[in-house]
C-alpha cells in the first residue's frame, strides 16, 4: 500500500499529532464545512494501519482500529467508502467482512462500529480509535460515545504508543465535542485541538468558499466555517444560555438569610428525582443548590436541613399530583410550602422563559450546579418533532430542566419583581391564546 498525498496543514497536523505526542491520549479536529475533515480521517487510519502493522498484542492478536460513526449507512457513505477507495486506486490486498463489518489490511483489523447509542459500545479492545462528525449525535450522548470508547480504547501493542483516540468534527456550537474538551479541561487531562477553516481548503474553487461566506452572519461564520467553539443555535433548547455571561464565579447557596425565600422546582421519575433551586434578589432568580433525590420523600428533611431560616416554596411536577398526600406529613413538619396547580404549564412556554431570562441576564447559574450546567448545553430538540428531546435516564438532561422550568413559570407569574418581564414572556405569549394562564393563575394555584 503506497500512497503519495499533498496533505492540508491541518491534515498533517491531525494525521501526525498522536506521533509527536505520544504521552497525548485525545486528539480532536473542529472543522468548518467542506475543509476536508472526513478525508483526513481516512489518511489518519491509513497511517496508524501502517505504524501497527506487523505488530500484534502480547496474546497474539491482530491490532484493532475503531472507527465510528453515527450508523453504518453513514460510515459507508463517508470515510469506510473513502477508505475502500483508496484500497483498490493502490491495489492493496484486504479483506472486508461485511456480516461482521471489520475490514482486515496489512494484519491490521478496522472495525466499523455505529456510535449513535453509547451502549452497543462494548465487547473489542482497540489500540486506536477514530470518531467521525461526533457533533452530528445529541450533546449527552456524543459526550457518552467519547467516554465508552475511551474505555475500549486499551489494546497494548508492544513496540508502538500507547492506545489512543482521534475524534474530527463539522463545529456545531457547544455541542459534544465542547463538552468533552471542557470536562478534560476540568480535569487536568492533556489533549490536542486543531481548528481548520473552510478557506484553509485550497482545493475548493475561491467562488465557492466566498458564497459559504457570505450567507452566515459573522457568529455563524467563526462556528460553522472556522471550527470554533461559539455559541448558535444547533437545536439546543437552551440557546440563550451561554456560561460566559450566565455562569457566577461564586456559591450563594450560604447566604441565604433568615425568612428569605428559596423555590425548588421538583421532577419526579422512578429511583432518581431531579430538584433545583433558586433564590430571587435584585430581579435575578439565581440557580443555587441542585439535587438527586433517591426517594422524593427525604427532599423536605434534606432542603430544612440546608436552609434552616428560610422560607422554602416547592413547585412540583404536577403529572405526579396523584401522590402528593404520601409526603404530606414530611412538608408539614419541616414547615415546607408546596405549590399546587391544575397543571404543569406548556413545555413551550417554560423553554421559552427561560431562554428569555437567560438573554436578558436575568437568570444566573451558580458553580455549585455543575450539573444544571451541563443540562443546560446538553439538552437538544428533537429533529424531528422539534421539541425538546425526553430521555429515559437520570443522566438526561430533561429532567433537571424541568424543574428549573417548574420554578421560573411560577416566579414570572406571581413574584412582583417579574411582573413587566411576564408580560414580555409568559405574559405576552398568552395573551395571544385563550386566557389559559389568566384563569389558571386567578384560580388555580394553591399554596399548602
Known amino acids: 500500500m503506497a500512497i503519495l498525498k499533498k496533505l492540508l496543514k491541518h491534515q498533517g497536523a491531525i494525521l501526525q499529532a498522536p506521533y509527536v505526542f505520544p504521552e497525548c491520549r485525545f486528539f480532536f479536529l473542529t472543522a468548518g464545512y467542506a475543509a476536508g475533515k472526513s478525508s483526513s480521517l481516512g489518511d489518519c487510519i491509513l497511517s496508524a494501519v501502517k505504524y501497527f502493522s506487523g505488530h500484534k498484542d502480547k496474546e497474539g492478536k491482530l491490532p484493532k482500529i475503531l472507527l465510528?460513526?453515527?450508523?453504518?449507512?453513514?460510515?459507508?457513505?463517508?470515510?469506510?467508502?473513502?477508505?475502500?477507495?483508496?484500497?483498490?486506486?493502490?491495489?492493496s490486498v484486504y479483506r472486508w467482512?461485511?456480516?461482521?463489518n471489520i475490514i482486515e489490511v496489512a494484519g491490521v483489523q478496522i472495525l466499523l462500529i455505529p456510535i449513535e447509542d453509547e451502549?452497543?459500545?462494548?465487547?473489542?479492545?482497540?489500540?486506536?480509535?477514530?470518531?467521525?462528525?461526533?457533533?452530528?449525535?445529541?450533546?449527552?450522548?456524543?459526550?457518552?460515545?467519547?467516554k465508552a470508547v475511551n474505555d475500549r480504547c486499551r489494546q497494548i501493542i508492544p513496540g508502538c504508543r500507547p492506545p489512543w483516540v482521534t475524534a474530527v468534527s463539522t463545529s456545531q456550537g457547544l455541542k459534544g465535542m465542547y463538552q468533552s474538551i471542557m470536562e478534560f479541561r476540568k480535569q487536568g487531562i492533556g489533549y490536542v485541538r486543531i481548528k481548520a477553516r473552510t478557506r484553509d481548503n485550497t482545493y475548493l474553487p475561491k467562488e465557492y468558499i466566498a458564497s459559504m461566506y457570505s450567507i452566515y452572519n459573522e457568529k455563524e461564520r467563526k462556528c460553522y466555517l472556522e471550527g470554533e467553539f461559539i455559541s448558535v443555535d444547533t437545536g439546543r433548547v437552551f440557546p440563550d444560555y451561554d456560561p460566559a455571561?450566565?455562569?457566577?464565579?461564586?456559591?450563594?447557596y450560604d447566604t441565604v438569610k433568615e425568612g428569605e425565600s428559596v423555590y425548588a422546582g421538583m421532577d419526579f421519575n422512578n429511583g432518581y428525582n431531579k430538584c433545583r433551586v433558586a433564590l430571587v434578589r435584585d430581579g435575578n432568580i439565581y440557580i443555587i443548590k441542585e439535587y438527586t433525590f433517591p426517594d422524593w420523600r427525604h427532599a423536605p428533611e434534606v432542603l430544612r436541613y440546608d436552609f434552616p431560616r428560610a422560607k422554602i416554596f416547592l413547585i412540583p411536577d404536577m403529572t405526579y399530583k396523584d401522590h402528593f398526600s404520601e409526603f404530606k406529613k414530611e412538608l408539614a413538619l419541616y414547615k415546607i410550602r408546596i405549590v399546587?396547580?391544575?397543571?404543569?404549564?406548556?413545555?413551550?412556554?417554560?423553554?421559552?422563559?427561560?431562554?428569555?431570562?437567560?438573554?436578558?441576564?436575568?437568570?444566573?447559574?451558580?458553580?455549585?450546579?455543575?450539573?444544571?450546567?451541563d443540562d443546560l448545553l446538553k439538552h437538544e430538540n428533537d429533529k424531528k418533532t422539534?421539541?425538546?428531546?425526553?430521555?429515559?435516564?437520570?443522566?438526561?438532561?430533561?429532567?433537571?430542566?424541568?424543574?428549573?422550568?417548574?420554578?421560573t413559570s411560577y416566579l414570572l407569574a406571581w413574584n412582583r419583581e417579574f411582573k413587566d418581564l411576564y408580560k414580555q414572556t409568559l405574559g405576552w405569549k398568552e395573551s395571544r391564546r385563550t386566557g389559559e394562564m389568566s384563569e389558571q393563575m386567578s384560580d388555580g394555584t394553591v399554596m399548602i
Open 245 to 252: 455571561v450566565n455562569d457566577l464565579s461564586y456559591d450563594l
Open 119 to 146: 451502549g452497543t459500545i462494548f465487547g473489542f479492545d482497540c489500540c486506536a480509535c477514530f470518531l467521525d462528525e461526533l457533533d452530528e449525535l445529541p450533546t449527552y450522548t456524543s459526550t457518552a460515545v467519547v
Open 386 to 407: 422539534g421539541m425538546p428531546m425526553k430521555g429515559q435516564t437520570e443522566s438526561a438532561p430533561d429532567h433537571g430542566n424541568d424543574c428549573i422550568g417548574y420554578f
Open 340 to 373: 399546587l396547580r391544575p397543571h404543569n404549564p406548556m413545555v413551550s412556554d417554560r423553554v421559552f422563559a427561560i431562554n428569555k431570562m437567560f438573554h436578558l441576564q436575568k437568570m444566573f447559574v451558580c458553580p455549585f450546579c455543575k450539573e444544571t450546567h
Open 68 to 91: 465510528g460513526g453515527i450508523n453504518l449507512t453513514f460510515l459507508l457513505k463517508t470515510v469506510s467508502g473513502a477508505l475502500e477507495q483508496i484500497l483498490k486506486s493502490t491495489h
Open 97 to 100: 467482512d461485511k456480516a461482521h
